[in-house]
């Protein structure tokens, strides 16, 4: 399975974006997706997650500022981030858990990453 993310790009504070990461491959279900990022320097931190039952998290520092969804019938993830603070400049990684069609097994995939750069 492949995840391909795009939307990155440079944005003024304040400004917004819309990432998104599509999946393929051998796909039974998603179970859960994730998006991440890594700012220089610093640790990669879990940023949104959305679960095949509908549970959605958010990290604090981007509650009311990102929303994550996602289009099953596309096996496609997105997320919506307004009001982009400097502090949110990273690289933004998808990351899927997800039932292989042809194997029956869990597995777990990264988009290559997309970068956001916020200037104040």
């Known amino acids: 399975v492949q995840l391909q993310a795009s939307g990155g790009g440079w944005v003024q504070a304040g400004g917004s974006l819309r990432l998104s990461c599509a999946a393929s491959?051998?796909?039974?279900?998603?179970n859960a997706w994730n998006w991440h990022r890594q700012a220089p320097g610093k640790q990669r931190e879990l940023v949104a997650t959305t679960l095949r039952g509908g549970t959605i998290n958010y990290a604090d520092s981007v509650k009311g500022r990102f929303t994550i969804s996602s289009d099953n019938a596309r096996n496609t993830l997105y997320l919506q981030m307004n009001g982009l603070k400097p502090e949110d400049a990273a690289v933004y990684y998808c990351?899927?858990?997800?039932?292989?069609?042809?194997?029956?097994?869990?597995?777990?995939?990264w988009g290559q990453g997309t970068l956001v750069t916020v200037s104040s």
């Open positions: 491959g051998s796909i039974s279900s998603i």
């Open positions: 990351e899927a858990d997800y039932i292989d069609y042809a194997t029956t097994t869990v597995g777990r995939s």
